[in-house]
Antibody, heavy 126, light 107 residues
Framework: EVQLVESGGGLVQPGGSLRLSCAASEFIFSHYAMHWVRQAPGKGLEYVSVISSDGVTTYYANSVQGRFTISRDNSKSMLYLQMGSLRLEDMAVYYC???????????????????WGQGTLVTVSS | DIQMTQSPSSLSASVGDRVTITCRASQSISNYLNWYQQKPGKAPKVLIYAASSLQSGVPSRFSGSGSGTDFTFTISSLQPEDFATYYCQQSSSHPYSFGQGTKLEIK
């Protein structure tokens, strides 16, 4: 069974930094794009970032662009999210998500968030 | 960026009811649309991908339809375990985005 285990969450002051990690197992990590999705307390899901399977291509939500950096180490099956200049509104549970692919009836290949970690809580407070 | 708008934001229904949730994209996304279920304290789970394809292991009472900008998610006969929050999500272009969610509650 695919496993994604996040770590690194905790309490940080506004303006501070934190690095989240995600340990992946039971699948060929280097074959999949990986994502971070977050959820503020009592709120909906917010897309954060993606990194391609080879680590070359990344994208970020506008809300974190320039402050967060996604990276991966395929030799260790690890995904990371370096978060800087943290704001109160960054407080959330952060999920590590595998970017699987669904094949539609038309043959179209579509990115699907097929496996999720349990999440790690980041609290931003003074 | 593509904005996803779900309606309603909340819905009360009874076991056995048929319920429908809609999702609208701010621009055409073809069929690059997925639906997720999230229960309190748990990570989301994919139910439908590519607008209408049922994820393996998901009961057939769940279905989806639509293309372009307008999409529908339906539960044909609500079961007690279906009371949860549902999200649509587009995979057409980065950054991928979610709808704001629909909380399905017991009437």
């Amino acid at each position: 069974e695919v496993q994604l285990v996040e770590s690194g969450g905790g309490l940080v002051q506004p303006g501070g930094s934190l690095r989240l990690s995600c340990a992946a197992s039971e699948f060929i990590f280097s074959h999949y794009a990986m994502h971070w999705v977050r959820q503020a307390p009592g709120k909906g899901l917010e897309y954060v970032s993606v990194i391609s399977s080879d680590g070359v291509t990344t994208y970020y939500a506008n809300s974190v662009q320039g402050r967060f950096t996604i990276s991966r180490d395929n030799s260790k099956s690890m995904l990371y999210l370096q978060m800087g200049s943290l704001r109160l509104e960054d407080m959330a549970v952060y999920y590590c998500v595998r970017g699987g692919a669904g094949i539609a009836a038309t043959g179209t290949r579509i990115a699907v968030f097929d496996f999720w970690g349990q999440g790690t809580l980041v609290t931003v407070s003074s | 960026d593509i904005q996803m708008t779900q309606s309603p934001s909340s819905l009360s229904a009874s076991v056995g009811d048929r319920v429908t949730i809609t999702c609208r994209a701010s621009q055409s996304i073809s069929n690059y649309l997925n639906w997720y279920q999230q229960k309190p304290g748990k990570a989301p789970k994919v139910l439908i991908y590519a607008a209408s394809s049922l994820q393996s292991g998901v009961p057939s009472r769940f279905s989806g339809s639509g293309s372009g900008t307008d999409f529908t998610f339906t539960i044909s006969s609500l079961q007690p375990e279906d009371f949860a929050t549902y999200y649509c999500q587009q995979s057409s272009s980065h950054p991928y985005s979610f709808g704001q969610g629909t909380k399905l509650e017991i009437k």
